[in-house]
């Protein structure tokens, strides 16, 4: 056990000393959270070039709707009142008459002139928009542009178009103007949390307030952080393994200890590696929630869970990969077998969104019990505002310690054959002989 923890002392030390150990903690973070960074940065960074819409109004309702909408934000919406630079675009809009002889031509001209950069988009309104008949064509809102999906501006025109035609609607049925308002009048949906019973005085607390934070991002954190860990501590021992042999290290450093000794030692070198770097994240991350006034929103229920999930997600793929980086000759034999090793790590990836929107199904649960993908996709699960059964997480943490103890004695056993031979290539079938014999 003394050769193991000074083999994992030498591993620790050799990766927490370099600056690039230094660096990937502060950039790794930055990566992951680049796109959210960026808008935050560039939010205030729009086009504040003015924007031109074509408009071909078959039902002659709508085109003064627009323009009268338009001058409004115009004049109150486009300057910062501080400043009084501007800051949005203004909204110009331009009656074009239809052509009934070439209707197409005309979508067309005003096609070219989109792309020109003459105008920034163009619109046409169906003839039967207001009474909306058979044909659904003379009832569509077509918004022509070169990016319409992601267009502020496409969004902005409904909201004008629409009310106006409910008004219209409702006084055409002969509704009181002062009852419009209420008419439409629109109550939203709080999302609030069920209501639970204090264990220590046995009071009824009131139901929370929850929001996207809690839903989404606290999970999803929780995930990416493991995830990065994951990446940083276990992935790299198939790479230095196969340096190490392949440099004849692992020979001399055989001479004092047994292979599986030699493995162990750098598993636990990247277990300690891990939890160092995901304790400066969430000490740093519990530090800025506080003062956020956000703690409220920290799952502390959740944290052990994770760390015991996270330190044996270590010891299953640090095993596997070091056994697998033994097997290795060369580095384009450690390069071609990296992303057969990440595929339980990615998998748990591809399928994040749809767990964390349903997280009690069937597909959620057993796929969330299969050992490589256990600590990510338990993690997720019980870090979501939805309660799942108490017998889950034990189970699924279980199946991961047996799973380590098995990754860690085939690994072992592997190991001990592979980091000695040189040039038999790394086949499966090589694999589980040697795994077998030993």
Not at 234 to 243: D, H, I, K, T
Not at 301 to 322: K, R, S
Not at 366 to 380: A, G, I, R, V
Request: hydrophobic content about 50%.
């Amino acid at each position: 056990m003394r050769k193991i923890l000074m083999l994992a002392k030498r591993e620790y030390l050799a990766a927490v000393k370099t600056k690039g150990f230094i660096i990937t903690l502060i950039v790794v973070p930055i990566m992951m959270s680049g796109s959210g960074l960026g808008m935050a940065l560039l939010k205030d960074r729009v086009n504040t070039d003015d924007l031109a819409v074509a408009v071909i109004d078959h039902s002659d309702l709508v085109m003064p709707v627009l323009e009268a909408a338009a001058n409004r934000r115009n004049a109150e919406s486009i300057f910062d009142p501080e400043s009084g630079k501007k800051v949005k675009p203004a909204y110009l809009f331009e009656a074009v008459e239809p052509d009934p002889a070439d209707p197409r031509g005309q979508l067309l001209a005003l096609s070219q002139r989109v792309r020109s950069g003459e105008l920034h988009a163009f619109l046409v309104v169906g003839r039967d928009v207001l009474q909306p008949g058979d044909d659904p064509q003379q009832t569509r809102l077509s918004y022509h542009a070169e990016n319409p999906a992601l267009d502020e501006l496409r969004r902005w025109v409904g909201n004008p178009i629409n009310n106006f035609l409910r008004r219209s609607r409702a006084e055409a049925a002969g509704v009181q103007d002062e009852e419009l308002e209420q008419l439409f009048g629109w109550i939203r949906v709080d999302g609030l949390s069920l209501l639970t019973v204090d264990e220590d005085t046995g009071q009824v607390d009131d139901a929370r307030t929850t929001n996207e934070a809690q839903a989404i991002l606290i999970p999803l954190v929780l995930v990416m952080l493991m995830f990065m860990m994951v990446l940083m501590s276990a992935l790299p021992l198939l790479g230095s393994v196969q340096e190490e042999k392949n440099q004849r290290i692992a020979e001399v450093m055989l001479g004092s200890v047994r292979p599986f000794q030699f493995m162990m030692g750098k598993v636990l070198g990247g277990v300690g590696i891990s939890l160092t770097g995901v304790s400066l994240y969430v000490v740093g991350g519990l530090i800025t929630v506080n003062r956020l006034g956000a703690e409220d929103y920290v799952p502390y229920d959740i944290l052990p869970w994770f760390f015991a999930f996270l330190i044996l997600a270590i010891f299953m793929l640090g095993a596997t990969y070091a056994a697998l980086g033994a097997a290795c000759n060369d580095a384009k034999e450690a390069q071609s077998l990296t992303f057969p090793a990440m595929l339980p790590v990615m998998i748990p990836m591809f399928v994040m969104m749809p767990i964390l929107e349903n997280p009690d199904t069937g597909f959620a649960t057993w796929l969330s019990l299969f050992p490589p993908c256990t600590p990510m996709l338990m993690t997720l699960r019980m870090a979501v505002p939805v309660s799942i059964p108490a017998w889950q997480p034990w189970v699924g943490l279980g199946l991961v310690a047996l799973s380590a103890v098995l990754a860690i004695w085939a690994g072992g056993r592997l190991f001990r054959v592979a980091i000695l031979m040189q040039g038999t290539p790394p086949k499966p079938a090589n694999l589980i002989r040697w795994i077998i014999k030993g």
